[in-house]
């Protein structure tokens, strides 16, 4: 079982379309990250949230963490074919679990041109 | 800048071999991971340590070890081999929780 459940696990659309990327979970997180991976490398981050309710704007990507802080999303406006990638979502749970760093399965977007 | 660097990028076990993936990070990061990426998946936790002397197993932690002797090398060992093993690793290190996560560029571990 998957700690944080990520969908859709893929996407194929056309560029110039918009699309939104879930993260969820049933437990509470202090901060998610979103990571975005290419082919042959590691993920590389593209934004922390931390307070519940934040949302936070990179270019046509927008972040959203959840009220409750077990859920986030990630939505791309007109996406383009260099959007192409897996997007991560990870989340610290603090407590006796300090430390550890969760992962996601991803969503594996493509975008045509 | 080096980063995070892992070694090797390849390799191929014979089922029952032993092998140690290295991992070295120069940003005197405290926090420092291991994980396996198999096809279509997320990335899973092996181990992780908080600081040199300290580490504790992330969530599929069977058939390997790790040790931080140093704040620079967190090195995982595998011991006997078995195809289930075979994935892509990656090393990961942090300042601290809810920071920046840096990877290295993974190693590809086939185990026949």
């Known amino acids: 079982t998957q700690l944080l459940e990520q969908s859709p696990q893929f996407l194929s659309i056309q560029e110039g379309e918009n699309l939104t990327v879930y993260c969820n979970s049933s437990s509470v997180f202090s901060s998610l990250q979103w990571y975005r991976q290419e082919p042959g490398e590691g993920p590389v981050l593209l934004v922390t949230v931390v307070t519940g309710g934040e949302v936070k704007k990179l270019k046509r990507l927008t972040f959203q963490f959840g009220d409750a802080r077990k859920d986030s999303s990630l939505h791309i406006t007109a996406a383009q074919p260099g959007d192409t990638g897996l997007y991560l979502c990870a989340g610290e749970n603090r407590g006796s679990t300090l430390g550890r760093l969760y992962f996601g399965r991803g969503t594996q977007l493509t975008v045509w041109p | ?112």
């Not at chain 2, 076990?13 to 396996?36: P, V």
Request: glycine share 10%; charged share 15%.
């Open chain 2, 1 to 112: 800048n080096a980063g995070v660097t892992q070694t090797p990028k390849f390799r191929i076990l014979k089922i029952g071999q032993s092998m140690t993936l290295q991992c070295t990070q120069d940003m005197n990061h405290n926090y420092m991971y291991w994980y396996r990426q198999d096809p279509g998946m997320g990335l899973k936790l092996i181990y992780y340590s908080v600081g040199a002397g300290i580490t504790d197993k992330g969530e599929v932690p069977n058939g390997y070890n790790v040790s931080r002797s140093t704040t620079e090398d967190f090195p995982l060992r595998l011991e006997l081999a078995a195809p289930s093993q075979t994935s892509v690793y990656f090393c990961a290190s942090s300042y601290t929780e809810g920071t920046e996560a840096f990877f290295g560029q993974g190693t590809r571990l086939t185990v026949v």
